[in-house]
C-alpha cells in the first residue's frame, strides 16, 4: 500500500514538474495583424453599405420621375446645341434630323437606330438645359 502511494506521488510529481507540458506558442503580433485587417474589412463593409443605401436612394427617385418624350422641334433644338444638327428647327423629323440622332446615339455608345428613346432622350435633354 505504501509502494502504491509511492507510484502515485512519483507520478503526481512528474505531472507538476513539467515533464508532461505543451509549447508556449506567442500568437501576439499574427493576432494583432488578423484584427487590423479585420478592422479595415469592417470599415470596408460599412463603406459600401452607405453607398449601396444611396444608390438604392437614387434608383428609387430615377424610377418614380416620369419620362416626357420629346416632340420634334425639342429633339431638333437640342442636337443643334450638341453641334450635330445644322438644319432649321421645323418641328419635322427629316433625313436631316435622324442622321443627327444617329450620330449622337453613336457618340453616346446606344444603338444608332435614328428614333429617340427614353435613353437617347435622357442624355439628349441635357443639352436643352444648357
Given amino acids: 500500500m505504501l509502494r502504491m502511494y509511492g507510484v502515485i506521488l512519483f507520478i503526481g510529481l512528474l505531472v507538476l514538474s513539467g515533464c508532461v507540458t505543451t509549447p508556449v506558442v506567442n500568437y501576439g503580433a499574427e493576432n494583432q495583424q488578423l484584427k487590423t485587417q479585420l478592422s479595415s474589412l469592417e470599415a470596408q463593409i460599412n463603406q459600401l453599405k452607405q453607398e449601396n443605401t444611396q444608390l438604392k436612394t437614387q434608383l428609387q427617385l430615377a424610377t418614380k420621375k416620369e419620362i416626357r418624350m420629346p416632340n420634334a422641334s425639342e429633339i431638333q ?5 450638341a453641334g450635330l444638327y445644322k438644319g432649321a428647327i421645323d418641328g419635322q423629323i427629316g433625313t436631316q434630323t435622324k442622321e443627327a440622332i444617329k450620330k449622337f446615339q453613336e457618340a453616346n455608345k446606344i444603338n444608332p437606330d435614328g428614333v429617340v428613346g427614353s435613353r437617347t432622350w435622357i442624355l439628349l ?4 438645359e444648357k
Avoid: D, G, R, V
Fill in 125 to 128: 435633354q441635357k443639352y436643352l
Fill in 77 to 81: 433644338a437640342a442636337l443643334k446645341k
